[in-house]
Structures are given as structure tokens and as C-alpha cells.
């Protein structure tokens, strides 16, 4: 009797999953012909727009890898002292924003602020002295264009 009571049980399950794959995949064919809301990149920047994430172009997604290149030497922080002090804490220093800032996208509203602090002559000082090549005034053009 029990092992009857657990084939049922079993069975039901069975039923009652492939409905829910039915009536999910009629939801799907339904929504593809005769239209569903948003979908693809509109629904993903929908979803992404409060945490400031968009899509990047082909240019700009072959950038990014040299954009990771930092080793936190913390040689480009030299000078930044007296910058960080004035700043109250906007500028967290040089090696932070090129670690941390430029790898994340909804960071870049507040590095954007950050780099208010430094000019770009500055940072090409910095870029002269990374020993990994950083590309700093194009990490800093790039926060800039999407803060």
C-alpha cells in the first residue's frame, strides 16, 4: 500500500511539472508573437539603470582589460597625501580609483567625484611611473563619460 501511495505521489509530481514546463513554454511562444514587453537590452538596462550599469560598445570592451592591469604597488599614490587630506575623504588616492573604481561600474558616479581631485597632467605623471602601464587618463576619461 505505501509503495502505491509513493508511485502516485510520485506521478502527480511528474503531471504537475510538466504542466508548469507546458504552460511556461505557451507563455514563451505566446509572448515572441504577439509581443511580451521589454526584452533584451531594454530590459536589461530596465533592470540595471539604479546601479548605473549600461552596455559598453566593441571599443570600449576591448579598453577594459588594460583598465584591470593595477598591482597595488602604490606608486602612483605618491604625492596624493596633501590631495587626500584637502579632499576630506572624496579622493581616496590614486591606487583605490585605478584598483577598485575603474572595475566597477556603479562606482563610477562617486570616482567621478573623486577625480575632481586630480587633472589629468597629474595622471600622466602617475602612468609614467606604473610599472604595469596603467592607462590612467583613459580609466579617468572613461569613468567620467559614464558617472
Request: glycine share 6%.
Amino acid at each position: 500500500m505505501a509503495e502505491n501511495l509513493a508511485f502516485v505521489a510520485m506521478t502527480s509530481g511528474r503531471l504537475y511539472a510538466l504542466f508548469l514546463l507546458a504552460r511556461a513554454l505557451l507563455k514563451t511562444i505566446f509572448k515572441r508573437f504577439w509581443g511580451g514587453g521589454v526584452s533584451g537590452l531594454s530590459l536589461f538596462e530596465a533592470n540595471f539603470e539604479a546601479e548605473h550599469l549600461s552596455k559598453v560598445d566593441a571599443a570600449e570592451r576591448a579598453l577594459l582589460p588594460t583598465f584591470s592591469r593595477c598591482i597595488a604597488c602604490g606608486l602612483c599614490n605618491r604625492g596624493d597625501g596633501a590631495r587626500m587630506a584637502e579632499s576630506q575623504g572624496a579622493y581616496p588616492g590614486t591606487m583605490a580609483l585605478m584598483l577598485a573604481s575603474s572595475r566597477s561600474l556603479p562606482d563610477f558616479p562617486a570616482a567621478s567625484e573623486a577625480l575632481a581631485w586630480i587633472t589629468d597632467d597629474e595622471l600622466a605623471e602617475k602612468e609614467r611611473i606604473c610599472p604595469a602601464r596603467v592607462p590612467m587618463r583613459r580609466v579617468a576619461a572613461f569613468i567620467r563619460a559614464r558617472a
